[in-house]
C-alpha cells in the first residue's frame, strides 16, 4: 500500500487488508507494506464481547477474546510506530471511560473494563517510549463518548449519543489541541482527563 497524499486516510481493516490485530505476522505484514510516514495514526478497534453484569457471569475463553483485541491487538500496531510516525506525530488510541478503575462507581462488564484498563496502561507506556525518539510526539487514549452505531444500539443507556461523525470531528479536536507535555494520557472527547 502507498503512501497517501498529504491530507489523505489511509484506512486498515480486517475485510479489506486482512489486518489481523490478534496475530503479530499479520500485523507485521500488514504494516509493513505502508511506505513512508504518518502525521496522525487513530487506533479505533474493540470489542465489547457479552458484558458481564456479575463476576460469576465471567468465561476465560470469553475474557481473552475482549482481551485479545482490546489490549493485544493495539499494542501489537504501536510496537510498529516508531518506523511509520512522523516525528511530531500524534497518535490516538480508541479506549473507553469505562476503562477508568477511579471512576468505576458500579462493577460489571468486567473482560471490557479490564480489556480497557490494559489498553491504557499499554499507550501510556507506548507514549514514554515514543517520547525518547519522536520529540514533539503526542500518544494518547481517547474516549469518544457514546457513538450511535448498531454497535452501541442495545448499551446506550443513559447516555447522550452522538453521530459519528460528531465523535470524529472531536476527537480530531482533541488530537490537534493536545501539547506534547500531555502526552500518554487519557482524555475524553472534549479534552478532559479522565482518572486512571
Not at 14 to 25: C, I
Not at 36 to 56: N, Q, R, W
Not at 152 to 158: D, S
Amino acid at each position: 500500500m502507498a503512501q497517501a497524499a498529504a491530507g489523505d486516510v489511509v484506512g486498515l481493516s480486517r475485510r479489506n487488508d486482512g489486518l489481523d490485530v490478534t496475530n503479530s505476522d499479520s500485523v507485521a505484514a500488514v504494516l509493513g507494506g505502508l511506505d513512508g510516514v504518518f502525521d496522525k495514526v487513530v487506533v479505533a478497534i474493540g470489542s465489547l464481547g457479552t458484558p458481564e453484569k456479575s463476576l460469576s457471569a465471567i468465561k476465560a475463553s470469553a475474557m481473552l477474546d475482549v482481551m485479545a483485541v482490546n489490549a493485544v491487538g493495539p499494542a501489537l500496531i504501536l510496537r510498529h510506530l516508531p518506523q511509520l510516525l512522523a516525528l511530531q506525530g500524534r497518535v490516538a488510541v480508541l479506549s473507553a471511560r469505562v476503562g477508568s478503575i477511579g471512576d468505576n462507581a458500579i462493577g460489571g462488564w468486567h473482560s471490557y473494563r479490564a480489556s480497557k484498563a490494559a489498553l491504557n496502561q499499554i499507550v501510556h507506556g507506548a507514549a514514554i517510549e515514543l517520547a525518547r525518539t519522536h520529540k514533539g510526539s503526542v500518544c494518547v487514549a481517547l474516549h469518544p463518548g457514546t457513538v450511535a452505531t448498531s454497535f452501541t444500539a442495545n448499551h446506550a443507556g443513559r447516555y447522550k449519543m452522538v453521530t459519528p461523525e460528531v465523535a470524529a470531528a472531536n476527537l480530531w479536536c482533541v488530537i490537534d489541541g493536545l501539547a506534547p507535555s500531555q502526552t500518554g494520557g487519557f482524555y475524553d472527547y472534549a479534552g478532559e482527563v479522565i482518572p486512571w
